[in-house]
Structure formats: structure tokens, C-alpha cells
């Protein structure tokens, strides 16, 4: 078990919740000018009714004992939500240790979950790895995103072709809100097998490549399943609206379906059926 690495992914995140906190939002006097943004580390502990040391030893990433309820009270304290609960939780307990790696090194899809992506003729539909590496996608993903058989299967990976190929970059209205969405999702897998040294090599490599990247990252988003609308502008279709839904499909590979359903009160399905139909 790699446990400084937990830890210092445990601190980087509280310090990176605190710092998005004002004293007005934690209930707290607003007092004079801060030098920075964000609470105290002191605050935080009178919030979360801790000693400051104990909290600053925490922060600071050391190994100490943390209890299920103390924790509790600063996931309060720093006003988390329950998916950020549950990656605090998971970098601060052993449970992680021991399914760190892959029980597969090259995931692939079941024959019912190519059925069930296929059948979604007009939802463009992305089965990824708990790496976010890509393993399947259906005709209409193909068509809005990019024809991912073109790609080396080893570059497959959805986080890395955000910040590297053009047409995730032009497609996206708000690129931002779209990358963050896929990094959220990351952070709860790093959160759950941070003892797998790939997600470090992986997290070195993409900061020291894209700063875009390193900032996004810092931001400390974390969603299990996010459920976000996005506006995407197709070269093609035009503007074109969808609802993203994350299923899990539970085994060794933590398989994710990733679904973007045309949203109902736009022309999204109507787009997509008449240029999908007219190429096939």
C-alpha cells in the first residue's frame, strides 16, 4: 500500500475545499482581509469542533488517526457534498488496498453491453475503464465525437484526448465544464485506487504536458456519476444539445456506460437521424 500517496492527495483535496470557502458561505464572520481566498485552517477546526493541531496534522497529510464521525465533521465543516464524502473517506481509510490494479489489463466488452450501446442508435454512447480508457462506442458516439477506431487503441484514453485532439476542443460550447465533468469522474476512481502507481504516472505526465489540465485538476471537482447538459457545436449538425448519464456496469474492469441523451425539447435527435441515415 502506498499510503503517502493517499495522503498527500487527502491534503492537496482539503486544502483545495477550504480554499473555495468564504466566511460568509461556512457561517463565519467576514473579518478583516484575507492574504488569500478561502477559510483558515483554524476555522475549519473551530467549524469542525477539532483542535487546530489536530486538523493542520491532517491537512499537512500526516499519518494520523482518523475516526469515521471526525471526519464527518469536517466534510461538514468544508461543506462537501456526498460524493466528496465518500473520495475523503476512501483516501483517509485502508480500503482501497489490495484492488488497486486492474484485474484485466485490457478490458473488453460483453456481447449485452454491445447490444445495449448499439441499440441507442441515436444516443452517442462511450464504455470506458476506470482509467477513463475507452473500450466501446456506438455508431452515433463515432459520428459527434470522432471515429475512435482511427486512434491506437493505447491512446484510447477519453482524459487525455480532451486535452489533445482539436475536435473535443472545438466541439464542446463550454470545453471547460465538459473536461471538468470527465475529471470529476476520474478523481472518484483516483479516490478509490490511488495505490495503483498509474494514476500518478498518468496525473504527472498530463500536468507537466497541459497546463489546462493542472488547473482543472486543482479544482478538486469529484463526481461518482455526473449529470451535466452539454451545448456541443458539430461541424455538420450545428448546435446540438445533450443530457449526459454515467450507469455503472459493475465487474473487473468498473466498466462505465456514458451516455449523451439528445435533449427533448431541441431538434438534437431529429440532427442526428438525418445526417447518421443519410451516411449509412
Given at each position: 500500500?502506498?499510503?503517502p500517496?493517499?495522503?498527500?492527495?487527502?491534503?492537496?483535496?482539503?486544502?483545495?475545499?477550504?480554499?473555495?470557502?468564504?466566511?460568509?458561505?461556512?457561517?463565519?464572520?467576514?473579518?478583516?482581509?484575507?492574504r488569500?481566498?478561502?477559510?483558515?485552517?483554524?476555522?475549519?477546526?473551530?467549524?469542525?469542533?477539532?483542535?487546530?493541531?489536530?486538523?493542520t496534522?491532517?491537512?499537512?497529510?500526516?499519518?494520523?488517526?482518523?475516526?469515521?464521525?471526525?471526519?464527518?465533521?469536517?466534510?461538514?465543516?468544508?461543506?462537501?457534498?456526498?460524493?466528496?464524502?465518500?473520495?475523503?473517506?476512501?483516501?483517509?481509510?485502508?480500503?482501497?488496498?489490495?484492488?488497486?490494479?486492474?484485474?484485466?489489463?485490457n478490458?473488453?466488452?460483453?456481447?449485452?453491453?454491445?447490444?445495449?450501446?448499439?441499440?441507442?442508435?441515436?444516443?452517442?454512447?462511450?464504455?470506458?475503464?476506470?482509467r477513463?480508457?475507452?473500450?466501446?462506442?456506438?455508431?452515433?458516439?463515432?459520428?459527434?465525437?470522432?471515429?475512435?477506431?482511427?486512434?491506437?487503441?493505447?491512446?484510447?484514453?477519453?482524459?487525455k484526448?480532451?486535452?489533445?485532439?482539436?475536435?473535443?476542443?472545438?466541439?464542446a460550447?463550454?470545453?471547460?465544464?465538459?473536461?471538468g465533468?470527465?475529471?470529476?469522474?476520474?478523481?472518484?476512481y483516483?479516490?478509490?485506487?490511488?495505490?495503483?502507481?498509474?494514476?500518478?504516472?498518468?496525473?504527472?505526465?498530463?500536468?507537466?504536458?497541459?497546463?489546462?489540465?493542472?488547473?482543472?485538476?486543482?479544482?478538486?471537482?469529484?463526481?461518482?456519476?455526473?449529470?451535466?447538459?452539454?451545448e456541443?457545436?458539430?461541424?455538420?449538425?450545428?448546435?446540438?444539445?445533450?443530457?449526459?448519464?454515467?450507469?455503472?456496469?459493475?465487474?473487473?474492469?468498473?466498466?462505465?456506460?456514458?451516455?449523451y441523451?439528445?435533449?427533448?425539447?431541441?431538434?438534437?435527435?431529429?440532427?442526428?437521424?438525418?445526417f447518421?441515415?443519410?451516411?449509412?
Amino acid at each position: 500500500m502506498h499510503q503517502p500517496t493517499r495522503l498527500q492527495a487527502l491534503s492537496a483535496f482539503l486544502k483545495a475545499a477550504r480554499a473555495r470557502l468564504t466566511p460568509e458561505t461556512a457561517g463565519l464572520p467576514a473579518g478583516l482581509r484575507r492574504r488569500t481566498p478561502g477559510l483558515r485552517r483554524e476555522e475549519v477546526a473551530q467549524l469542525a469542533g477539532v483542535s487546530s493541531t489536530w486538523y493542520t496534522w491532517l491537512e499537512q497529510g500526516r499519518d494520523i488517526h482518523v475516526s469515521a464521525s471526525v471526519l464527518d465533521s469536517v466534510a461538514a465543516a468544508l461543506r462537501l457534498t456526498d460524493d466528496e464524502r465518500k473520495y475523503i473517506y476512501a483516501l483517509a481509510s485502508d480500503t482501497g488496498a489490495g484492488v488497486a490494479k486492474l484485474t484485466a489489463d485490457n478490458p473488453r466488452l460483453t456481447p449485452s453491453l454491445r447490444k445495449i450501446i448499439d441499440e441507442l442508435r441515436y444516443c452517442p454512447a462511450i464504455i470506458s475503464d476506470r482509467r477513463c480508457q475507452i473500450v466501446g462506442w456506438n455508431a452515433a458516439a463515432a459520428y459527434v465525437f470522432m471515429d475512435f477506431e482511427q486512434i491506437p487503441e493505447h491512446e484510447r484514453n477519453m482524459i487525455k484526448l480532451l486535452f489533445t485532439r482539436r475536435e473535443f476542443q472545438r466541439l464542446a460550447v463550454n470545453w471547460e465544464q465538459f473536461a471538468g465533468g470527465f475529471l470529476a469522474m476520474f478523481r472518484s476512481y483516483y479516490g478509490q485506487y490511488v495505490d495503483d502507481e498509474w494514476y500518478e504516472h498518468f496525473l504527472r505526465g498530463m500536468m507537466d504536458d497541459h497546463p489546462d489540465f493542472r488547473r482543472l485538476w486543482e479544482q478538486a471537482q469529484v463526481s461518482y456519476a455526473p449529470e451535466v447538459l452539454l451545448e456541443f457545436r458539430h461541424a455538420k449538425a450545428r448546435k446540438m444539445l445533450f443530457q449526459l448519464t454515467s450507469l455503472q456496469a459493475h465487474g473487473g474492469g468498473d466498466l462505465r456506460c456514458s451516455i449523451y441523451t439528445p435533449a427533448p425539447e431541441s431538434n438534437t435527435e431529429a440532427k442526428l437521424k438525418q445526417f447518421m441515415d443519410a451516411t449509412s
